[in-house]
């Protein structure tokens, strides 16, 4: 995906509405967090993630997520929000091991063998990360999406009923239209690979000429931007 050097990345906070740059919201959360925390229910041990992008790091999120969750609703998560297009698979990688959906279904679907360091994403996450931790998840064996996750902080506190929340998300960027300078909405997937900015507004994705003119996708707020087929 394209870079934008330069650019100052916002992003706005969940909780309160805030909005301030990426690194600030770090920062910010650490205080927001403890005033926005429900009265009822009970104390859990929580692990504040930052994913974002690895090459694209315009795209970031905050999540916080109980540490008796699993990889898998990790996953479900990164999917739900980001990533899923048509049902591929995907890993989490950390430290020297592969997480990744049971191998007896990996092996009906493509046939693959499991490798000695594989394992199932049926693993909590209190058994694997710490404070500090980094690791990496990988969406789709193809055209991949890769994403950086790292452990920012660990605390007791409650969240409510489910496993994991939304802590902060960047502000979707915005993209010139190649031809007008317009905003644009519509990315093409095959110019992608041959130039660096096929970005279009309404008009001019329509007139657009290219090898492929189904290659063209909308714009969306997500790392898997003009990837596979996803629209959002
Ligand atoms: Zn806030
Ligand atoms: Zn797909
Ligand atoms: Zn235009
Ligand atoms: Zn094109």
């Known amino acids: 995906m394209t870079s934008m050097s330069g650019y100052t990345s916002y992003g706005i906070c969940a909780l309160c509405g805030k909005r301030t740059t990426k690194a600030a919201m770090t920062r910010h959360l650490g205080s927001c967090l403890a005033e926005h925390e429900?009265?009822?229910?009970?104390?859990?041990?929580?692990?504040?993630?930052r994913i974002e992008d690895a090459y694209s790091p315009i795209f970031w999120m905050d999540v916080e997520i109980k540490a008796t969750a699993t990889l898998e609703v990790l996953d479900d998560f990164l999917r739900h929000k980001w990533l899923e297009c048509c049902g591929h698979l995907s890993a989490f990688y950390i430290d020297e091991d592969t997480f990744m959906v049971p191998s007896a279904y990996r092996m009906e679907q493509v046939g693959l063998f499991a490798d000695p360091n594989e394992r199932s994403m049926k693993v909590k996450l209190g058994g694997i990360l710490n404070k500090g931790s980094?690791?990496?998840?990988?969406?789709?064996?193809?055209t991949?999406?890769?994403?950086?996750?790292?452990?920012?902080?660990?605390?007791?506190?409650?969240?409510?009923?489910?496993?994991?929340?939304?802590?902060?998300q960047n502000e979707a960027p915005v993209w010139e239209c190649e031809v007008?300078?317009?905003?644009?909405?519509?990315?093409?997937?095959?110019?992608?690979?041959?130039r660096g900015n096929p970005f279009y507004c309404e008009l001019h994705a329509e007139d657009h000429e290219c090898e492929e003119p189904?290659?063209?996708l909308p714009v969306v707020?997500?790392?898997?931007?003009?990837?596979?087929?996803y629209d959002g």
């Open 214 to 216: 189904e290659m063209v």
């Open 134 to 142: 980094r690791f990496e998840h990988v969406y789709d064996f193809g």
């Open 38 to 49: 429900p009265s009822r229910g009970k104390d859990a041990r929580l692990f504040r993630l």
């Open 221 to 229: 707020n997500s790392p898997r931007m003009g990837m596979c087929g």
């Open 180 to 194: 007008c300078g317009e905003d644009a909405s519509w990315i093409c997937t095959f110019c992608m690979y041959e």
């Open 144 to 168: 991949s999406t890769d994403l950086k996750l790292r452990v920012v902080d660990e605390r007791q506190g409650r969240i409510g009923s489910d496993s994991v929340r939304l802590l902060s």
